[in-house]
């Protein structure tokens, strides 16, 4: 079970990181100069390979139980924020996501953009894909590493997101426009649902609390997690439909986030993501289980209780007009 969802979930999620990165490299070398954009995309593949190799090796000498920790909150706040993006565009409230649009905006802004000429050729192209790549890839780099760390299968990680990236480039390299036939937005449901189902697990057992039915327990947390969705888009599709009835504004109200540098922003995303109270009470459940994991079998259900009872609380919260 645990080699199948790892499968799974690093092909689905690498796919989906690596059609959002294209989008944009297609955009750079269509809209400014196809070299320059394909050096800026290999430049960072080679940085992320440079990442992977080197980091590797550092999380098994990680304490497992730490390991679990750190992966299992990354991953859940991570699986969250696309388990929160999805459950709102199946119901109406976020616009789907649509690749050929984002790729006509980044169309029309690259071709306004100045630039000059540089040993790279156009530098704007070049360092538009180099960040997209780059940026997207660490995702995939997070979810390929923690993922092979905590079960031992590195190697097997690499190569399904290896595997899933080749497929996209591949793929983009002959169609030469966005991909827009893949079904992301039902690939980012499912991948919400699985890392958010890991990290729920990996994140319990990181505060010293083991899960009695071991492995087993996958399988519950997953339909928890499952049925809250279908609950949650059940319910705010008849509130979207609702407020389109009546003629009031959709929209949601999701807490800001902070403006800060890129590279604190970049950190700021992968620990508390797009919504703070949520990450703030996750914390919180956290530091209550590890106080009185000793005292009742039953905390080990505590997290879970906790992230479902206020995933749910906030969606309906910031879609009440």
Known sequence: MHDLALIVSV???SLVEAVEALTIVLAAG???DWKSAQRGALLAMVTLVIIIGSLGPL??????????LIVGLLSLVFGLQWLRKAILRSSGFKALHDEELIFERELADIKQATSKKTFVGDWYA????YKAVLLEGIEVAFIVLSFGALQGKILVASLTGL????VVVLAGAFLRKPLTKVPENAMKFIVGLVIS??????????TGVYWTLSDLSLLPIFLTFAALSFVLVLVLKQRHKQYL???????TKLAKAPKLHFIVQFIYDFLVGDDWPTAILLY???????LVGNLNSLVQWFVLAVVVTFTGFRLLRITKN
């Open 245 to 251: 009835d009546s003629g009031k504004t959709v929209s």
């Open 11 to 13: 092909f689905l999620a």
């Open 30 to 32: 269509i809209g400014r």
């Open 163 to 166: 595997a899933a990236v080749l």
């Open 284 to 290: 919180l459940a956290l530091f209550t289980s590890y």
């Open 126 to 129: 070049f360092t538009l894909s």
């Open 197 to 206: 189902t890991f990290g729920v697990f990996w994140v319990t057992q990181g």
């Open 59 to 68: 999380l098994t000498q990680v304490p497992v139980d730490l390991l679990h």
